[in-house]
């Protein structure tokens, strides 16, 4: 099956510091990828998608400065968390699309857990 | 917009017995799909069931099977026998035909007691 492998799947950093997360297709083409942010006990919040070559189209309320995403290929994606605070410390997960429906329309990464002291 | 509601901020029933999570949705398109996601305490999201709206059958897959009811708008997921395995955030989640973004509910979570 699809595979998507987020890392790192916990980082610990000071605030102020910049954070970057990778999210790659192991098996696949990506044309599409989602990142979420998702706090305790919440459900998943679309923060952008982004297809690769182009700029992401972040959602309404969501600082593009802050979260800058890169999807420079098929099979890779960043989410860099820029001078993060404390409240930046949250649950991200990114998801994949090969740009098919097949068994369903995103593949997840297992998440990284950010937390910002 | 499409809107997915989940009305049950959360349920718990003993092992073996069956529970129904419900699931509506909004919307005015005619072509969409429909998902049950699982979400366990190591926080992957895992696909439990997917209904294609063009399809009048109920789908299932082994003790999960949904209550599709396309005129009322209505998704829910009835998981038989239950597991302590199947403890968990359960999202149900829509996707329009042309595209594949998800709008999510907001989860119900899913305690099985020993």
């Known amino acids: 099956g699809a595979v998507v492998s987020q890392h790192p799947s916990w980082v610990i950093c000071k605030s102020g510091t910049s954070v970057k997360i990778e999210c790659r297709s192991l098996?696949?083409?990506?044309?599409?990828m989602f990142w979420y942010r998702q706090f305790p006990k919440q459900s998943l919040m679309l923060m952008a998608t982004?297809?690769?070559?182009?700029?992401?189209?972040?959602e309404q309320g969501v600082e593009k400065d802050k979260f800058l995403i890169n999807h420079a290929s098929l099979t890779l994606s960043t989410l860099t968390v820029t001078s993060a605070h404390p409240e930046d410390s949250s649950f991200y997960i990114c998801?994949?699309?090969?740009?098919?429906?097949?068994?369903?329309?995103?593949?997840f990464g297992d998440g990284t857990r950010l937390s910002i002291l | 917009a499409q809107t997915v509601t989940q009305s049950q901020p959360e349920m718990s029933v003993q092992e073996a017995e069956t529970v129904t999570l419900s699931c509506t949705y909004d919307?005015?398109?005619?072509?969409?799909?429909l998902f049950w996601y699982k979400q366990p305490p190591s926080r992957q999201m895992i696909l439990v069931i997917r209904?294609?709206?063009?399809k009048q059958q109920n789908a299932t897959e082994n003790r999960f099977s949904v209550n599709f009811q396309k005129a009322a708008k209505s998704f829910s997921l009835k998981i038989s026998d239950s597991q302590l395995g199947d403890t968990a955030m359960y999202f149900c989640a829509f996707m329009k035909d042309d595209n594949y973004q998800l709008i999510w509910g907001a989860g119900t979570k899913l305690i099985i007691k020993p």
């Open positions: 982004s297809n690769e070559g182009s700029k992401a189209t972040y």
């Open positions: 998801s994949a699309s090969p740009g098919a429906l097949g068994d369903q329309p995103q593949h």
């Open positions: 098996d696949f083409q990506a044309t599409t």
């Open positions: 209904q294609e709206a063009y």
């Open positions: 919307t005015s398109e005619n072509n969409y799909y």
